[in-house]
Nanobody
Framework: QLQASGGGLVQPGGSLRLSCAASGFTLDYYAIGWFRQAPGKEREFVGALRRSLGSTYFADSVKGRFTISRDNAKNTVYLQMNSLKPEDTAVYYC??????????????????WGQGTLVTVSS
C-alpha cells in the first residue's frame, strides 16, 4: 500500500514536498512514478525514479523544478516541487512497479497506487 501526503495550498513560486510512504513492501526494490491529474484533464506523467541506477526522469513541464528522492530507512519517496506555477495544480499520485520499463511514462504499467494528494497553486 502507498500513502501519499504533503499536498496543500501554496502561492506561485513556492515549494512543497510530497511524501509517498509504503507499507507491506520495500520501496527500494521498486521503480517509482509520480503522476498528476488536474480538474477536467487527463492524468499525466510527472516523474520517475529508476531503482537500479538511481536515475530520475521528468516531464518537460516540470524539469528543473521538481526532484525525486528516496529515504530507504523510512521506506518513503519524496517529490520536491519548487517554483510552483498555477498550472501545477492537480491531484498528485505516487506509483510503484517492481521492474523498470522503458515506457515508464505510461501509468498503466504501474502496479501500486497511492490515494492522491491535492496540490493547489494559487495567490
Amino acid at each position: 500500500q502507498l500513502q501519499a501526503s504533503g499536498g496543500g495550498l501554496v502561492q506561485p513560486g513556492g515549494s512543497l514536498r510530497l511524501s509517498c510512504a509504503a507499507s507491506g513492501f520495500t520501496l527500494d526494490y521498486y521503480a517509482i512514478g509520480w503522476f498528476r491529474q488536474a480538474p477536467g484533464k487527463e492524468r499525466e506523467f510527472v516523474g520517475a525514479l529508476r531503482r537500479s541506477l538511481g536515475s530520475t526522469y521528468f516531464a518537460d513541464s516540470v524539469k528543473g523544478r521538481f526532484t525525486i528522492s528516496r529515504d530507504n530507512a523510512k521506506n518513503t519517496v519524496y517529490l520536491q516541487m519548487n517554483s510552483l506555477k498555477p498550472e501545477d495544480t492537480a491531484v498528485y499520485y505516487c506509483t510503484a512497479r517492481i521492474n523498470w520499463i522503458t515506457d515508464y511514462r505510461n501509468a498503466q504499467h504501474y502496479d501500486y497506487w497511492g490515494q492522491g494528494t491535492l496540490v493547489t497553486v494559487s495567490s
